[in-house]
């Protein structure tokens, strides 16, 4: 077996030999990509698993990152780095699984049954004729935004807290029954733009909100005493860039002065041990902070939204994949004052999201739950007085990972609304 030195020194001269691969050839599709399972049997082959992280040359993705020896780590790879990946693992005696075995062949079918849907249906007229079952573009979802607006005048209106750098609305959804600042909730879906479960499964639930309102007792309730804020497309860059030119788009998309990569991860831009462990100061970082806190404009909206109300009681920001219900904090292992509460509130709403199709969810905080990552977004709402800051990674484990079918759409929806719902009506009952 060869020692850890010599397998970096082999490693250096495939990392040279991949930048020119990359170099000559581009790489603007994922054909031949391979998304791997990744098992660690121990502490030393994790921390193996993680010096990966920082071989930029390699190009890859971590789909799920390094937290502990009982999870695995899920990395997608592409062509070029293919070989001397599974060296290494091979070398270290890592073992791993090809969980998709070519990443195109999959984007391919998303594409096609996209076009099999939008040619099955005309354009919706309405949000009862809206195709909730599949995924859509950018000015698709605006245009239900608008919809549903149009059709519930006295319920919901439309805010624009803001402009993404490339100058697209941040629209915010308000769902009130009157009065003026009243307590609120806010959710919001998105904010990692490949993730398109978490924007489609964000058209349902405002579609549930109007839909279940003077039906459902416990919604009616809410909105009653509360307002409901949804922003369905957080990061509407990197959203649109995800639909026209590279899927796999995590961050914003914004151009990072002296580098030639683009964009900033908006779950580590936020001022809440903002540039500690668990985020990158390399810009060609998928985790890639930004130049400083709040620097992205699709989260400077949120924070002076957020501030300006002042009488935000919860706030869920919504992700995929990984079945997990997290709450603060992910900067530091220092529990958060009402650990307790939000604990307990969390079991309760992972069993009943479960109680659907039973689908099992992890719970706790993100520290001890997944690992540390500093800047995120409810560790600096929760450090505003959000007492109820919670984030979901919602399906599935990594079968598809962030290639979700849409099949799958409406049940992850109807699931996480129940889990929701308990969020919710705790928030409501626990608010003056």
């Not at 004729?129 to 245009?143: G, R, V």
């Not at 961050?251 to 900033?264: A, D, H, L």
Request: one cysteine or more; charged letters at 20%; proline letters at 4%.
């Amino acid at each position: 077996m060869y020692s850890t030195s010599t397998v970096f020194i082999t490693m250096k001269g495939l990392l040279v030999l991949t930048a020119l691969v990359v170099a000559v050839f581009g790489n603007d599709t994922f054909e031949g990509d391979q998304v791997l399972r990744i098992t660690a049997k121990d502490e030393a082959q994790l921390t193996l698993i993680r010096d990966l992280e920082d071989m930029e040359q390699l190009q890859l993705d971590f789909w799920r990152g390094p937290t502990d020896v009982a999870s695995p780590v899920d990395i997608r790879v592409p062509f070029h780095s293919l070989q001397a990946v599974k060296d290494y693992l091979e070398t270290q005696d890592i073992q791993y699984s090809v969980m998709i075995k070519d990443l195109q062949v999959v984007l391919d079918e998303e594409q096609e049954q996209m076009q099999k849907a939008a040619a099955r249906t005309t354009q919706a007229r309405n949000t009862n004729t809206y195709d909730y079952a599949n995924y859509h573009t950018i000015n698709e979802i605006y245009q239900f935004q608008d919809m549903l607006v149009a059709e519930n005048p006295n319920l919901v209106s439309k805010l624009v807290i803001g402009q993404s750098y490339e100058g697209r609305p941040l629209n915010v959804l308000k769902f009130s029954t009157g009065g003026t600042n009243r307590p609120a909730i806010w959710i919001d879906t998105g904010i990692h733009s490949r993730e398109w479960v978490t924007q489609a499964s964000g058209t349902w639930f405002a579609k549930k909100i109007v839909n279940d309102f003077g039906t459902d007792p416990a919604l009616t309730a809410i909105l009653n005493k509360m307002d409901i804020f949804l922003e369905i497309v957080t990061n509407p860059d990197g959203f649109s860039y995800t639909h026209t030119a590279n899927r796999m788009w995590r961050k914003t998309r914004k151009p990072n002065p002296g580098s030639s990569c683009v964009g900033v991860d908006p779950n580590r831009n936020w001022d809440a041990g903002f540039g500690g462990a668990g985020a990158s100061s390399s810009p060609c970082s998928e985790t890639y902070r930004g130049p400083s806190a709040h620097s992205e404009p699709e989260v400077k909206a949120i924070v002076d939204f957020v501030k300006a109300h002042g009488n935000l009681k919860a706030f869920v920001s919504i992700h995929a994949y990984s079945q997990m219900l997290l709450y603060p904090y992910g900067y530091t292992k220092t529990p958060v004052e009402d650990q307790r509460e939000l604990h307990d509130l969390a079991q309760k709403a992972i069993t009943d999201l479960a109680s659907l199709y039973g689908t099992r969810y992890r719970y706790g905080s993100i520290i001890t739950t997944i690992y540390q990552a500093s800047g995120g977004t409810i560790d600096w709402t929760y450090n505003q007085g959000i007492k109820y800051s919670y984030t979901f990674e919602l399906r599935d484990t990594g079968r598809y990972g962030f290639i979700l079918p849409a099949n799958q759409i409406i049940p992850t929806a109807e699931e996480t609304w129940l889990a929701l719902m308990a969020i919710m009506e705790h928030t409501n009952k626990n608010t003056n």
